[in-house]
């Protein structure tokens, strides 16, 4: 009986571990897309690059909803590497649409509205969605 018991207690340590250990997994991955999401802001230079002419700005889809399509659009600096600048969005989407499989995240399934421009608003590019 002591037997039984202590393999119980073995197969029950065991599953919770493997429960935790996906969760810490998943908290690993939302963390790196996280990180790669900070970078491609910080690459777009939307938050340190003042906007004093909209002409030299310009926006991206980024994101993937679990149901499909964009998530949403950010501005970027017209001089900016904007094959790196792709590349990375590129890597971030193909990030973010395995997590969402492997979390089962859902999410509405409609249209994100493209932005017609970007603006100059108080010094920060600003998208236009009218």
Avoid at 4 to 14: D, G, N, P, R
Avoid at 16 to 37: F, G, R
Avoid at 45 to 70: D, H, R, Y
Wanted: net charge neutral; glycine share 4%.
């Amino acid at each position: 009986m002591k037997k039984i018991s202590f393999m119980l207690l073995a197969i029950c340590i065991t599953l919770l571990s493997c429960s935790n250990e996906e969760s810490t997994n998943q908290d690993y991955d939302a963390a790196a897309i996280e990180a790669m999401y900070n970078e491609i802001i910080s690459m777009s230079l939307a938050n340190t690059m003042t906007c004093t002419n909209a002409q030299e700005w310009s926006f991206k889809g980024i994101g993937v909803k679990p149901c499909g399509g964009v998530a949403s659009y950010i501005p970027y600096a017209t001089n900016i590497n904007l094959t790196a600048f792709e590349t990375k969005i590129k890597a971030y989407n193909s990030a973010l649409e395995i997590f969402n499989k492997k979390s089962g995240a859902n999410s509405p399934c409609d249209i994100t509205p493209v932005p017609k421009s970007v603006a100059c608003v108080e010094g920060k590019p600003t998208l236009i969605y009218q």
